[in-house]
């Protein structure tokens, strides 16, 4: 700026031979503060953005190859928001969440593309989204999600896009954030505060980010505001001690981690803290632990309200580099060389084009490395207990067994929990066999059950009126067609190594008052086989034992002991060691759900159903296993 400074002085006409020196140095001067001003008001991202520059930015996308797919789907993606009616204030029940992660996907990909392409509509459209959501009368401060969102989507734009904004656009968006965020967000007894789930993590984010941006503007507020953040933000991150498993389910720490992510990067780039000073061991954990429930179908365990669908999960890209979890990013690096083909596979949605936009933020070019190894038995303890086991065959990669367990109890506020202890997905060759029912459609369900009723937990909920929430509708048991004890936690007790790659569980606590003692015992045999064991005492007399096996494959019944699973072009079998001859039925979801349950038409229930013995035994031994013959004698 010096140079450039010198340059424009000298060429100046005013400063000719003959000019008066005490001119010349009053018009140096001039020209020289207004250099300088120029300089200042170029403004440098604060928020998320790690290069130096918005051109430094551009310079690193535009050389990695494998952010082309990305790139090119992000500038389609601008286009078609350029055709966009802009977002209105409309509540769906109670909420105003789709409408903000509306605005919040729009602010991003078009604050990026306009950086990458330098066309003004982009910019332009990003800016009218902005101010129409500034606006609205309110962001909902009854559900504090919402106000967060929109927090997050004014504050990176106001930043990404200070340079284009005029003053008094960015004064309209600050007044906003303070008038519909900062000012509404509610004292320290209000739950959020001191939530264990993502709602303090996705809160604390959207406060953050408004302190950043309004501090210089109301410095005493917004120091106050964050000292109660950074006293409270431990509780969002302290319920994943001590193994770091996600007990919100994979989905629900993509949507809690995205926002401890950009929490913690934005007091990084603003601030220049230090992210590992922030986090806990559990919750660097947590991005392992997300690694494990990608499973070989390329699906998710999608225990408790999440669905099976794979996600491009940016917030590991981030806690890669800056949690020392390398490798843990590789299958979101695999997804985006072909983003066309994944959003093909899941279907557009607003969270995804922000997530795929952060995706862009955060790459490097140091990133994407392989993929870890993974222990054949990798057990998480803590609030919601996990249990994975996998094998690989070494000399043909394709045969991987893959079993997901889960522990707990129901009546787990703030967990999303479903009546599921014990239930299990099962996975050989890439093909799930064994399935969990997922989530029901909120806004749906709460119209007929009442949005109480649906975050009720205890025993007698109108939650657990649910179809596929309660435990006849999970891989798990049911003793004379009882549901499950929502009090009774299951806890892991025994598990195997390498060579042997089992669990044991006990469910008796699940199942109080129905039997004395229930365990449960799954071990992978082979790549190809894997087996599942139940064993209860004391089963009350004439109480039949039920052992279900969720599927949404094509069920066969071939003999009474063996079962034919067909889906995908694929073939396993079910053969049922113990009891010899068990009553063999099936349930569809479909002829049993309620209107306003979600559809699913494959759902499928497989009742296994037999007496104990005269002393209240019981022992169930089944075996999935891609071959038609079984791994011990039986006969039909």
């Keep these: 700026m010096q140079l450039q400074s010198q340059r424009r002085t000298a060429q100046h006409p005013l400063l000719r031979r003959g000019t008066p020196p005490g001119l010349i140095l009053v018009v140096t001067m001039l020209l020289m503060l207004a250099a300088f001003s120029v300089a200042q008001a170029q403004h440098d991202p604060r928020l998320l953005i790690e290069d130096e520059s918005w051109s430094a930015y551009r310079t690193r996308v535009m050389a990695d190859d494998r952010l082309t797919s990305l790139r090119l789907w992000m500038k389609d993606e601008a286009n078609r928001m350029l055709e966009q009616p802009v977002s209105v204030r409309e509540l769906e029940g109670i909420r105003l969440l789709t409408v903000a992660r509306r605005v919040l996907s729009r602010v991003l990909v078009l604050s990026q593309t306009y950086h990458l392409t330098g066309d003004d509509r982009y910019a332009s459209r990003a800016i009218e989204e902005m101010l129409a959501a500034a606006r609205f009368e309110d962001w909902n401060p009854d559900v504090m999600l919402d106000v967060a969102t929109f927090a997050t989507a004014l504050s990176l734009g106001h930043d990404w896009l200070h340079d284009v904004l005029t003053p008094s656009q960015r004064h309209e968006i600050r007044q906003a954030l303070k008038t519909r965020a900062l000012d509404v967000y509610p004292p320290t007894d209000h739950f959020l505060w001191t939530s264990s789930n993502n709602w303090n993590q996705v809160c604390l984010g959207g406060l953050t980010l408004t302190c950043l941006i309004l501090e210089e503007e109301f410095p005493d507020q917004t120091a106050a505001m964050m000292e109660q953040a950074r006293a409270h933000w431990h509780h969002g991150l302290q319920s994943f001690e001590p193994d770091g498993v996600p007990f919100e389910g994979p989905g629900y720490w993509s949507y ?381």
């Design 256 to 636: 809690g981690a995205s926002y401890t992510a950009i929490m913690f990067a934005a007091l990084q780039t603003a601030k220049g803290e230090d992210p590992r000073e922030h986090v806990t061991e559990g919750s660097r954990k947590g991005a392992t632990w997300r690694l494990l429930l990608d499973t070989t179908s390329d699906s998710w365990y999608n225990f408790a309200d999440n669905i099976e669908s794979l996600r491009i999960e940016p917030a590991l890209i981030w806690f890669a580099r800056h949690l020392d979890r390398p490798g843990v990013d590789a299958n979101t690096w695999k997804l985006l060389q072909d983003v066309p083909a994944y959003i093909e596979r899941i279907g557009p949605r607003e969270a995804l084009r922000t997530r795929l936009s952060l995706a862009l933020v955060w790459s490097g070019p140091g990133d994407g490395a392989p993929r870890p190894q993974i222990p054949r038995v990798m057990i998480g303890d803590g609030v919601v207990p996990v249990t994975v086991l996998q094998w690989r065959d070494p000399a043909n990669p394709a045969a991987h067994a893959y079993v997901g367990i889960k522990g707990g109890k129901a009546n787990m506020p703030q967990t999303h929990a479903h009546m599921d202890m014990g239930s299990f997905i099962a996975e050989l060759r890439g093909v799930r066999w064994s399935v969990d029912p997922g989530r029901e459609m909120y806004g749906d369900v709460e119209k007929h059950i009442g949005h109480r009723g649906m975050w009720l937990f205890g025993p007698g909920s109108p939650r657990w009126t649910l179809t596929r929430y309660q435990s006849l509708w999970h891989s798990t048991l049911t003793i004379a067609g009882a549901i499950q004890d929502v009090n009774g936690r299951a806890e892991f007790t025994r598990v195997g190594s390498e060579k042997q790659p089992f669990v044991e569980m006990d469910l008796t606590p699940v199942y109080s008052g129905q039997a004395q003692t229930v365990r449960r015992r799954v071990e992978i045999l082979s790549p190809h086989a894997i087996q599942f064991t139940d064993r209860l005492t004391g089963v009350r007399l004439g109480d039949s034992v039920t052992s279900i096996w969720m599927t949404d494959a094509n069920v066969t019944v071939e003999t009474p002991r063996r079962i034919r699973l067909d889906k995908q072009g694929r073939t396993a079998w079910l053969h049922i060691n113990q009891p010899t001859r068990p009553t063999i039925s099936t349930r569809r979801f479909e002829d049993l759900r309620q209107d306003y349950e979600r559809p699913d038409p494959n759902l499928v229930a497989i009742d296994l159903t037999s007496a104990p013995d005269d002393a209240g035994r019981h022992a169930f031994v089944l075996t999935l296993s891609e071959s038609p013959q079984p791994h011990h004698d039986e006969s039909d």
